[in-house]
């Protein structure tokens, strides 16, 4: 790879839930006005070959838990020039619903999981609502197919995955949850899924409501700076603000796709 260069990279939005801040923050909000989420999938691209991060939920998912389906992951990945069903690479942050569904759309991926993840998503918390509320059983069962069936690849803290591509182990949210550090033409860009759900959760120190560990959560902003060119480089799991701050690569995809190795307008 070109370092001078890098890859480009995109988020992709395919959904959306209209909230209150209070659902956003651990101990609510006390302004507790509206502050909704978008959910996006992720695409590295490189000059020969494209890596997918986290493959979102589909339109029976999304109808049974309330949020409303905007269009496949499948047709965003397909206007940034990215054919699902030949990406050989899938990085999972988490196994969490919103992030782990739609495995049927690419069948020739190995997908990229931490260690503590799959422990985590397959033991024993999972009794528990709280936790596993945010699982689906299919999604988990589909990830233990894609074990016996030779294409799944573990993870254990941090990993090269590629030259300018790594993946780092956070935890918080989940047991396993990691992010994706980027090398790109403005520096290194850290997707950081729901390591940070919102710019707002990181930035103030006020953490998301669904967490494994709260201690982790917190250290774990501190290590996405760290990976990250600048704080403005870390990119959260679903801020409308993203596609705010980024272009589209082309006007016909403002509001749909955002090129974060742009830099913000």
Known sequence: MDRSQGYEVYALKYAHHERCASANFLGGDPHDGPMPIDYFVWVIVGAE???????????????????????CPSEGLAMVGVDPAKVRDVIVTHMHYDHCGNHHLFPEATFHLQDREMAYATGRHMCHAALGGAYETEDVCAMVRRLFAGRLQFHDGVTELAAGISLH?????????????????????????????????MEQGRPYPIIYHLGDMLEGFGTLRKLASSPSHVIPGHDPLVLQRYPAPRPELAGIVARLDADPV
């Not at 070959?49 to 269009?71: I, M, P």
């Not at 047991?175 to 707002?200: C, E, K």
């Open 49 to 71: 070959r494209s890596y997918v991060v986290d493959t979102g939920f589909d339109a029976a998912t999304g109808g049974k838990r309330g949020r409303k389906v905007l269009r």
């Open 169 to 201: 182990h956070i935890g918080g949210h989940t047991m396993g949850i990691q992010a994706v550090r980027v090398w790109t033409r403005r520096g290194w860009v850290v997707l950081a899924s729901d390591a940070s759900h919102l710019y707002a959760n």
